[in-house]
């Protein structure tokens, strides 16, 4: 375990000394001091963050695979990978070490906006029931946001292709599943029961009701399980793939 | 003698795909030896020692390290061996006692031990002026020492070197070689290099591989001999008697002339190339009362055998 503690802490403090991680915090930032400024820190409005939650999710469907293309493309790329594999480690240490250390990166990057929440509790009186709410439903998918990114980091020794499938992957499950559910709603007949359990699939694999969820104020634990078991499926399957090279 | 070896390879084999890089190579190294593992390129020295370190499974085979199979007990093979591969992959934004240090901690050294040992390896390394210094800006020559000083961090019992003074300037080469030479002894190493000069100067035994198997085993000196092509003699005295004597010793195929000017004649001695003979051929001289006036054996050189024993052309015919 201490294993893990030593190789997130490397990963973290690499994501900083790195451009990279300063692009990502730097759109983060701007995108949501953008939405702070123009939609909700204005006079008059109540003082509701919810629209930044529920455009967060779509900004992050572009920022984390920026984030995450690195962390094993990189090692393959650079051959670093041969130091990391003979290293007394197990490739579960390795995989958990790279997941927490961009997880961390992705809590900080969040936990950034928190000054918003500050501002707005001097001049209004904000909702701190819906912003915590909120704030966890950012984290957890964040979680499953960085467990899909290292997944395809895994794959290729291309950082861009990763990034590139990462961000397709979790387009996917953001936007299209959404829209493919209702799509079902409206052009499909209801009265189907299959249908209708299609429907219902769809739209619960889609990553945006169960952030809605969290915007709105709701912690269900079912949106909860969604995103926990989805990170625990995308970080086996990242395991799978480390043990699979080493059989190249 | 009674120690079991400290590395021990059989039939190991690796399939890349069709492709067979390693093909059923065994061998053995006792402990505390240097052994230059030597070969062309794509013979399948990086693959074999890949496999000894646990970067990839066999195909098939076993290869036991400092007393572990390196399939079944991968985790236990890895805490022994120190490794430095051949681009020397270091993380380049660290520092160079981040870097140890952090390389230490993976190891499971507690704080105390890792300040102790990282001091004495980059004093040994001499790395010791640089260990600040953000390892992207250091030359190549500085970065293989981080490496080396990583490999013997934890003093493991085998080291695996893979071309460790390329890219270095001479006298750095020259203190790299010293360096691994005296770490003979206290470790096992297993020295992958294409320089000859070096295997020469530094190994106690070498392994030929080519096309994936091994094609040689032996002392440089061993090996050396077997490249010698004749022994030049050069004495003073009858020639058709010294002749036929040097003609008489054991393991002699033939004795040729070369010019004999004012009663010294120059012999070329063809055969068995071997120490004793060049030894015996002195004796001989001396006994017979002749005047020795210079014994050499020709051709005999570790190039001149690695050449011959890695031609194609010669392993079709073999």
């Known amino acids: 375990m201490t294993n893990v503690a030593t190789l997130a802490k490397r990963e973290l403090s690499a994501l900083f000394l790195s451009p990279i991680g300063h692009i990502v915090l730097t759109i983060y930032l701007g995108f949501m001091g953008f939405l702070f400024t123009i939609y909700v820190f204005v006079p008059g409005q109540t003082a509701d963050m919810r629209i930044m939650f529920s455009v967060a999710h779509l900004a992050l469907i572009f920022i984390v695979p920026l984030m995450t293309m690195g962390l094993l493309a990189d090692e393959y790329n650079s051959g670093r990978i041969e130091m990391l594999r003979t290293s007394p480690v197990t490739e579960a240490e390795i995989l958990l070490g790279k997941f927490l250390g961009a997880f961390g990166f992705y809590v900080i990057l969040v936990a950034s906006t928190l000054v918003y929440v500050a501002l707005l509790s001097i001049y209004g009186k904000p909702d701190f029931g819906s912003v915590y709410a909120g704030y966890i439903g950012l984290i957890l998918m964040g979680a499953l946001f960085v467990s899909v990114g290292l997944f395809f980091s895994a794959c290729t020794r291309y950082q861009i292709v990763a990034a590139m499938s990462s961000m397709i992957t979790l387009a996917l499950l953001g936007i299209l599943l959404e829209l493919a559910s209702r799509y079902f709603a409206v052009f499909v007949s209801v009265a189907n029961p299959f249908m209708r359990f299609v429907r219902e699939a769809l739209r619960y694999m889609a990553v945006t009701p169960h952030m809605e969820d969290f915007a709105k104020g709701i912690v269900d634990t079912r949106d909860v399980a969604y995103f926990g078991t989805g990170t625990l499926f995308f970080l086996l399957l990242t395991y799978l793939i480390l043990e699979s090279r080493k059989w190249r | 003698m009674s120690e079991p070896a400290e590395i021990v390879v059989e039939h190991l084999s690796k399939w890349y795909g069709n492709l067979r890089a390693v093909d059923d190579i065994s061998f053995t190294v006792p402990k505390g030896a240097i052994i230059g593992f030597l070969g062309p390129n794509g013979a399948g020295k990086t693959t074999t020692i890949r496999m000894l370190t646990c970067f990839m499974a066999p195909t098939s085979g076993k290869a036991v390290v400092a007393g572990h199979d390196v399939f079944f007990e991968s985790l236990k093979v890895r ?240």
Not at chain 2, 184 to 210: F, K, N, P, W, Y
Request: hydrophobic share 40%; net charge positive.
């Open chain 2, 79 to 318: 805490e022994n061996i120190g490794y430095l591969p051949e681009n020397t992959p270091l993380y380049t934004e660290m520092r160079v006692n981040e870097y140890l240090d952090f390389r230490g901690k993976l190891r499971g050294m507690d704080r105390k031990t890792r300040k102790r040992r990282i001091s004495e390896v980059t004093e040994r390394c001499w790395i010791a002026d640089r260990l600040h210094s953000v390892i992207g800006t250091l030359s190549k020559g500085y970065r293989q020492r981080v490496g080396l000083a990583d490999a013997l961090l934890h003093n493991p019992r085998v080291l695996v070197l893979d071309e460790p003074t390329v890219g270095l300037d001479p006298s750095q080469i020259r203190a790299a070689r010293k360096l691994i030479a005296e770490l003979a002894g206290d470790h096992t190493v297993l020295l992958s290099t294409h320089i000859l000069q070096e295997v020469e100067m530094i190994c106690q035994r070498v392994i030929i591989v080519a096309r994936g198997k091994i094609v040689a085993q032996g002392t440089p000196e061993e090996l050396k001999n077997r490249a010698g092509t004749g022994i030049r003699v050069e004495v003073r005295g009858p020639a058709d008697q010294i002749q036929s004597a040097l003609h008489a010793l054991p393991g002699v195929d033939g004795v040729e002339i070369g010019d004999a000017s004012a009663g010294t004649s120059k012999f070329v001695v063809l055969g068995k190339m071997t120490p004793e003979l060049r030894e015996r051929i002195a004796s001989t001289i001396a006994q017979r009362g002749w005047n020795l006036r210079e014994l050499r054996q020709e051709g005999a050189s570790l190039e001149e055998f690695f050449v011959r024993i890695t031609d194609p052309a010669a392993a079709a015919a073999a």
